[in-house]
Every structure is written in C-alpha cells, then in structure tokens.
C-alpha cells in the first residue's frame, strides 16, 4: 500500500496535468502551470458542496465498487485537489436496487430534501425514474455510462463522460467483425431497460454488419449460471458471453460456467476483469469492452493514463478491498466533475454545474479520451470506447490501434446516441 504522503506528493505532481489537460503539460507557459501547482496538494475549506450518489448497495445485485470509487476520489478532490472551487465535497450516498424504479425515486426524493446540488449515476438501470423529480428541483444527473437506455436516449439534466450504451455493442460488434467472427450470443439481465437495448438495437445492427446476434436473457435474481452457459453453448457462437455486467461476480461465474460446459469459442466478460485471475490461464483470448483504461492495461496505456491510474490506486487501495472497472470509472467521473469545475471555476449550483460541464470541449477526461459534451441530442460526452483481450500473461491489451468509433451512420439511427 503506498503511503497516504507518498500518494500526496504523487497527486500534487499529476493535479497539474489533471486539471487543465494535457496541454497545460507540454507548454512552456510557466505561469498557467505554476497558479494549477498553487492549488494542487491542497486540503479544501469552506462549506462543504453536497453531490448525491445513486449507490447500488440494496437489491439483488450489489456492486460495492461504486462506493469505494466514490470515497476514493472525493478524498482526492478534498485533500489534494483542493476540493471543487476550493470547497469540499459532502458525499451523500443513497442505496438503490437496481431493479426498483421505487427505490431510486425514494433516492432522488431524499437528495432533493438534503439538499444536493448535484447526483452521480452509479450505473443504476432504473435511473429514468428519477428525473422528473431531479429536472423540477434543478439537480443534475451526471456519470460515465446511462444504463438506462431512457436515461440516454435525451440530453435534458444529464451529463455523461462516457460513451452510451449504444457505442459499446456497436463498437463491440465491429471489432468482432473485423476479427472475422460471425456469430454472436450474449445474455443480459432481464430487465424493461435491457429489453429495449435488445430489441432496438442488437439484432438489427448485427443484421447491417452481416453478425448473426442472438440476445438473452436471465433473471436479475439467483440466475443459474450453468443453464445460462448451456444456453450459450447451444446456439455455437463465435462468440458468447455478456452484453453487460452488473457486477465483477456474474462474470466470473458465467465465464466458469462457460468453461465447464466446454464452449471453446470467445468469451465476451462486458468490462470485468476478475474473472482473469480466477480463470488463470483458460481466460487467454477472452475480451472486454471499457470507456476507460483499465488497469490490468496500465502498461499499454498512454503515459497520462499511466499517471493516472497511479494516482487513483493510492486513493483507491485506501479506500477499500474492491478494485475492478466499477471503482475506476466512478473515481474517473468525479475527477471530470473537479476538473471540469475548476477549470471553468464555475459556480455550484445544480444549474450552473450542468451548464459548465455540458460546455466543455476539448476536454482531456481522467482515464479517457479528450470528449466534448456539448451535444444537443445526446447526454454522452463521446462515442469511443475501448476493446481488450486477454493475453497469455493474463495482463489486457487494446484490440487496434486504441480506441474505437462506432459508425456514426449506424448511431444516429439510435435516439441519444450521437
């Protein structure tokens, strides 16, 4: 574990870059670095700004790397990065189940109450449900990936840094395409949001690409895994695995189960990554998809990114035993908040944080790539995305030359994606 002054020093020296992007970096302009060193390694004061965090800790499925993500960073933007404007970040976290419209809205009510200026999508598949209640009280929706495709599917109060969901099957498909794989078999829990994003977009996108895509489902609650698995098999796929993960253990327990019932062709793991150690030398050739460099990547990675993922490991290993995509790509969305923020200093009300961050162009995200959020249809920030394989080190690369652009023909026939 890196000690808490080394992680200091450590944030101190890549605030400077963090903050104003990588520009700032590679500038001689010794003034604009020296006033960001002012007030980078620097403890927040002032009244405490509080963020609201949809927190997936209730229901059947929990992803308690959310939490550890969030705390990771905001100790980072309180301790190091001298918080958002100088003022710390009061986190409120409220637990949601993913699969009851009930349970966010009881959470955007008691955000509205205490007072929030600002609330962070912790991958919550019922999202939608708390908008109305958000738009009328002027409290912005901000985060990576909408997994609620009604949530992506308009720009209105949200903010997301990330790519919609849209680009990662997109994206995903094109890379198998280009692999020369024709066939396709992934499952998803089955829910009215995973229903849509099926039936509106999979199979027929995988018909424009001439990829056989077969879409199913199981249930959100104690799925049988060796069933899922056989279902799988039985369709003989090119590739076969899961069109998104609602945590690190379904994928490990599919990708087992996969492997006992003897299917010898690709595992598709969505953006988990412990099923590698588990599997150890039988999860070579599996792939990934991911908005952000990983960092079981960390070594293939441009140098920002390397910095980065240093810089949030120090924070994260403190933080809690949970380090897997979820903890990275919320540290990542709260540092864009900071720096987004900061940059523009923006004042910190609901309505002002979501016009300063919707206005940002050009701007170099934590772990990601420069993006620009001022799409007037959608509430994505961009539409890269990353694919990984596994190699037989078990460490991941990028498939091509980095990041993917989904066919922007085939995005704009989808609502918010472009």
Known sequence: ?????????????ASVCLVVGLAACSSDDDSSSSDTAAESGTQA??????????????????????????????????????GLNGQPIDLVKCAVDGTSPESTIGCANQFVQGGVVATVDGYNTTSSAALPILESAGIPMIGQIPFDSVTGS????????????????????????????????????????????????????????????????????????TAVATAIQNTNPDVGGLMAAP????????????????????????ACTDFIEVLGAKAEGAQMYSPIWMYQAKDAAPQLAQEQLELAEGYITDAGDTADFYTYSTFATFANIANGLNTAKSELTGPAIL???????????FLGPVVSCNKPTSPNCTTQMLMYEVGSDQTIKPLGDGYITPNPQIMAMIPGAT
């Open 154 to 225: 308009r720009p209105d109060n949200r903010v997301y840094f990330a790519a919609p969901q849209a680009s990662f099957l997109i994206g995903a498909l094109q890379s198998f395409q280009s692999q020369g794989k024709k066939s396709v078999t992934l499952v998803v829990a089955d829910l009215p949001a995973t229903h849509q994003t099926i039936d509106m977009i999979l199979g027929p996108v995988g018909q424009q690409m001439g990829v056989d895509v077969k879409g199913l489902y199981y249930p959100p609650a104690n799925p049988n895994f």
């Open 355 to 365: 016009a300063t961050l919707k206005g940002l162009t050009d701007f170099q995200s």
């Open 247 to 270: 945590d690190e253990a379904t994928c490990t327990k599919l990708s087992q189960s996969l492997d006992s019932v003897g299917y010898q062709g690709t595992q598709f793991m969505a």
């Open 1 to 13: 574990m890196r000690t808490r002054s080394g992680r200091i020093l450590a944030a101190a020296a």
């Open 45 to 82: 004061s002032g009244a405490p700004v509080k963020i609201g965090l949809f927190d997936p800790t209730a229901g059947p499925v929990t992803n308690p790397g959310v939490g550890v993500g969030a705390d990771a960073a905001v100790d980072y933007i309180n301790n190091s990065l001298g």
